[in-house]
């Protein structure tokens, strides 16, 4: 028998000769060397083989609920809900630097100083700076100088435009004027 060889150095050769003897024919027993690591107990072996079954049977379920599912789409809608989603924040992020600048330009309101800057050349450069609009605000000073307070002496109000006639307060003839215009009394 020499599968027990290992036995062999422990028992001493007689002994061992009479083990082998006495093992010899019989179907009852089976000796392994557990140390080897190549002995697996029948239970221990179907308990293995369940659990293996058991996650085999879950892997199977949950390929089941991606039967019928494009993978490549799913990946190509994430794509696309990214380039989307950072072309917005992008956007938004530009749009709040763009109305910043405007209010720092000192304008009566921006609301009226937007239509007169272009948004499509304004860009953000490597540092994070905005280029494209201090021009924009510039020209916008020099060509529509009416929407900034500076232009306007300082206040918050654009300045009054003479438009020709007299804007001081009428004379008591002119005012007897109009007062017969209207078909009343004198004071």
């Given at each position: 028998m020499g599968h027990l060889d290992f036995l062999k150095p422990v028992?001493?050769?007689e002994l061992y000769e009479q083990v082998e003897a006495k093992l010899k024919d019989n179907k009852d027993v089976?000796?392994?060397n557990l140390a080897s690591g190549e002995y697996v107990s029948k239970a221990k072996y179907d308990d293995d083989i369940k659990a293996r079954d058991a996650k085999i049977s879950e892997l199977t379920d949950s390929v089941k609920k991606f039967d019928g599912v494009d993978i490549d789409s799913l990946k190509n809608q994430v794509t696309e809900w990214q380039k989307k989603y950072d072309k917005d924040i992008s956007e938004t992020k530009l749009n709040s630097a763009i109305q910043l600048a405007v209010a720092k330009a000192n304008p009566i309101d921006s609301k009226a100083l937007m239509p007169y800057i272009d948004k499509s050349i304004i860009k953000f450069?490597?540092?994070g700076n905005l280029v494209g609009l201090n021009e924009q605000i510039e020209k916008a000073k020099k060509d529509q100088s009416f929407l900034f307070a500076e232009n306007n002496g300082g206040g918050t109000k654009p300045k009054q435009v003479?438009?020709?006639g007299q804007h001081t307060n009428s004379t008591e003839s002119e005012e007897a004027e109009l007062r017969g215009a209207?078909?009343?009394k004198a004071k």
């Amino acid at each position: 028998m020499g599968h027990l060889d290992f036995l062999k150095p422990v028992l001493g050769d007689e002994l061992y000769e009479q083990v082998e003897a006495k093992l010899k024919d019989n179907k009852d027993v089976n000796l392994a060397n557990l140390a080897s690591g190549e002995y697996v107990s029948k239970a221990k072996y179907d308990d293995d083989i369940k659990a293996r079954d058991a996650k085999i049977s879950e892997l199977t379920d949950s390929v089941k609920k991606f039967d019928g599912v494009d993978i490549d789409s799913l990946k190509n809608q994430v794509t696309e809900w990214q380039k989307k989603y950072d072309k917005d924040i992008s956007e938004t992020k530009l749009n709040s630097a763009i109305q910043l600048a405007v209010a720092k330009a000192n304008p009566i309101d921006s609301k009226a100083l937007m239509p007169y800057i272009d948004k499509s050349i304004i860009k953000f450069d490597q540092e994070g700076n905005l280029v494209g609009l201090n021009e924009q605000i510039e020209k916008a000073k020099k060509d529509q100088s009416f929407l900034f307070a500076e232009n306007n002496g300082g206040g918050t109000k654009p300045k009054q435009v003479n438009l020709g006639g007299q804007h001081t307060n009428s004379t008591e003839s002119e005012e007897a004027e109009l007062r017969g215009a209207f078909g009343l009394k004198a004071k």
